[in-house]
């Protein structure tokens, strides 16, 4: 049996129809499952990291897991819900755990990093026991959903870091080496980097979205100190909001097209367009 954490998420829903469709025996951790649709095959069960009790059900009898966390940056002083799942999965007797990390991990000593290297250490401690793979993904092309509800209202969508560029990564393609890791183990020990095949910036996205919808679609871009705002309202404490700020503005990691993908998936990485045209129906058209 393998568990996915956050199957209703981008990477957990894709992983878990991926899985079902493979024949794998999945079951979906939700904390609501009763609303969750998930296909046939996959098995709905509840599950919360902030509820550490509800994990013991949830990882009964897994052999392997798909572990990641929601739990905003800084909320607590350290990454509880990571630990929580790890702690889980060592009391099950999991085998294969595939944790979800971010670009550079733990790299660096500002409070991102510190928190991810917390996060990842919960899965590769040797006295875990675990056969491990880390995916370390930089942007996700569906962060462009995010765009939905203003295309509701108009052409506009404001946009923070619009001229900023990124390789970002269909999570399809991420849920698809998530699946081989956790189905065949031939990734134990890897930590894989991951990007998209193209350097685009949300502006370009933007067009390239426009284009499949048929849509002129047009940027309006957030000032900087508007977008902190929105971080902080978003409940990220002033140290983690600094940290976002300085590595958004002042590097351009995340920006190269890495050839992780092509090398393990034996195909090249889906692009924006791609990732746009299939799903094109989560938008409003003209």
């Given at each position: 049996?393998?568990?996915?954490?956050?199957a209703t998420?981008?990477?957990?829903?894709?992983?878990?129809?991926?899985?079902?469709?493979?024949?794998e025996?999945?079951?979906?951790?939700t904390?609501?499952p009763?609303?969750?649709?998930?296909?046939?095959?996959?098995e709905?069960?509840?599950?919360d990291?902030?509820?550490?009790?509800?994990l013991?059900?949830?990882?009964?009898?897994?052999?392997g897991a798909?572990?990641?966390?929601a739990?905003?940056?800084?909320?607590?002083?350290?990454?509880?819900?990571?630990?929580?799942?790890?702690e889980a999965?060592q009391?099950?007797?999991?085998?294969?755990?595939?944790?979800?990390?971010t670009?550079?991990?733990?790299t660096?000593?500002?409070?991102?990093?510190r928190w991810?290297?917390?996060?990842?250490?919960?899965v590769?401690?040797?006295?875990?026991?675990?056969?491990?793979?880390?995916?370390r993904?930089g942007?996700?092309?569906?962060?462009?959903?995010?765009?939905?509800?203003?295309?509701?209202?108009g052409?506009e969508v404001?946009?923070?870091?619009?001229?900023?560029?990124?390789a970002?990564?269909d999570p399809a393609?991420l849920?698809?080496?998530?699946?081989?890791?956790l189905?065949t183990?031939e990734?134990t020990?890897?930590v894989?980097?991951?990007?998209?095949?193209?350097?685009?910036?949300?502006?370009?996205?933007?067009?390239?979205?426009?284009?499949?919808?048929?849509?002129?679609?047009?940027v309006?871009?957030v000032?900087?100190?508007?977008?902190r705002?929105?971080?902080?309202?978003?409940?990220?404490?002033?140290?983690?909001v600094d940290?976002?700020?300085?590595?958004?503005?002042?590097?351009?990691?995340?920006?190269?097209v890495?050839?992780?993908?092509?090398?393990?998936?034996?195909r090249?990485?889906?692009?924006?367009?791609?990732?746009?045209r299939?799903?094109?129906?989560e938008?409003p058209?003209?």
């Open positions: 049996m393998i568990l996915v954490t956050g998420g981008h990477v957990g829903s894709e992983l878990v129809r991926r899985l079902a469709a493979a024949g025996p999945v079951r979906a951790m904390r609501r009763a609303e969750a649709r998930f296909p046939a095959g996959a709905a069960v509840y599950g990291a902030a509820d550490p009790e509800s013991a059900p949830a990882f009964a009898d897994v052999d798909f572990l990641m966390s739990q905003a940056m800084g909320t607590a002083p350290e990454p509880t819900h990571d630990l929580a799942l790890a999965a009391r099950a007797g999991v085998r294969r755990v595939v944790k979800l990390s670009l550079d991990g733990g660096g000593d500002d409070p991102i990093a991810q290297r917390t996060a990842e250490a919960a590769t401690d040797p006295a875990r026991g675990f056969a491990w793979t880390l995916l993904p942007r996700f092309m569906s962060n462009a959903l995010q765009w939905a509800g203003q295309l509701r209202a052409d404001a946009i923070p870091f619009a001229d900023r560029p990124a970002s990564i393609d849920a698809e080496i998530a699946a081989l890791a189905s183990g990734h020990g890897a894989h980097e991951l990007s998209g095949p193209q350097s685009l910036t949300p502006a370009e996205e933007l067009a390239l979205l426009g284009e499949v919808l048929g849509r002129g679609l047009r309006h871009s000032p900087v100190e508007a977008a705002a929105g971080m902080s309202r978003y409940g990220f404490p002033p140290e983690v940290a976002i700020m300085r590595r958004t503005l002042d590097g351009d990691r995340g920006s190269e890495l050839p992780t993908v092509e090398k393990v998936l034996g090249p990485a889906r692009t924006f367009a791609q990732w746009a299939a799903h094109a129906g938008f058209r003209a």
